[in-house]
């Protein structure tokens, strides 16, 4: 697929976009692609990238710089070429329910988040969003997406301190229906174990190294919880064909 740009949106972050394909187009949020990426010393696997959003301008991933894979991603022109497989995995439940929804991410975590946003804006949805980042240069929240809370580790951007304080705030101030999140694995074990407290619906998408994107390496297995054992007979899922999206008490983490 042919590249059509190709930006540097903050720190370390850039904002990829490629031609769209008529499947790629029926994309849901937290459904990804996998990317080979070609080039001397390249990486043997393919590298997954969340769905940030898909619309005939364009699929866009945002990516953070962190190896050789991203580096050389970073450094593609428009025009060049892209080997991309997708959409892959099962993406949000787009049948909302309840008045009150939230999102929560950190990190590269935010853009299937902002894909589910804009989802629900087509909708007439205005969900909460809750980010965080490591501080304001890694910020790349575009000003599309309003109602939004900030959080950083030194205090740079919004509140001083983790988006699981964040949250706690907020639910002490306000109703919430469902809690929708995807981040780093130790948010996402405090964002469930807020959501239980509080007995909210919360749904988050996994982030894992999908190694084939198909359940064929078994890289990016998931413990399931006593109920989805009971349900399926089965210890682990796979978080690339049975996720990434998963309800919240389906999951150990």
Known sequence: MRVLSNEKIALNIYSLTFEPTSELLESLPGQFVNINVRGEDSPFFRRPFSIASATDDGIEIIFEVVGTGTWQLSTLHVGDSVDVIGPLGLGYDLNFTGSKSLLIGGGVGIP???????????????????????????????RNITNVNFSSDDGSLGSKGYVTDLLIETLFHEKVDHIYACGPEPMLSKVIEISDENEIRCSVSIEKVFGCGTGICFGCIIENSLKRLTETGRKYSLACVEGTVFDSRDINL
């Open 112 to 142: 299937p988040l902002m894909f589910l946003y804009y989802k629900m804006k087509n909708k007439g949805i205005e969900p909460q969003f809750l980010v965080g980042f490591k501080n304001t240069s890694y910020n790349f929240m575009p």
